[in-house]
């Protein structure tokens, strides 16, 4: 089974920026469709920034285009989403879940899903 890790969350002032890593174990992470979502307290879960398995196309919601970029390592079977400029509401817990050969990382079609790593953007 696929296993994620999340890191990199932690405490920034707006206009700061963070880098969150997502780890993969167990298959190579180029096979499966990457997506990195949030839940900010009382609020539900939204996909922020997806890359394709494969081709490595790229989307991001219109809250964060400009802002925040995903990439993704082979070599380190992982894959990061660099986020600047950052602002209290992007305040919230950041998952990335992961669909096998996916393309677009609807919610609903993701397989496997990390624990979450906490984002807090506060002065």
């Known amino acids: 089974q696929v296993q994620l890790v999340e890191s990199g969350g932690g405490l920034v002032q707006p206009g700061g920026s963070l880098r969150l890593s997502c780890a993969v174990s167990?298959?190579?992470?180029?096979?499966?469709?990457i997506g990195w979502f949030r839940q900010a307290p009382g609020k539900e879960r939204e996909g922020v920034s997806c890359?394709?398995?494969?081709?490595?196309?790229?989307y991001y919601a219109d809250s964060v285009k400009g802002r925040f970029t995903i990439s993704r390592d082979n070599a380190k079977n992982s894959v990061y989403l660099q986020m600047n400029s950052l602002k209290p509401e992007d305040t919230a817990v950041y998952y990335c879940a992961a669909e096998r050969y996916g393309s677009t990382c609807p919610e609903y079609a993701m397989d496997y899903w990390g624990k979450g790593t906490l984002v807090t953007v506060s002065s």
């Open positions: 890359i394709s398995s494969g081709y490595d196309n790229t």
């Open positions: 167990r298959f190579p992470v180029n096979y499966y469709a």
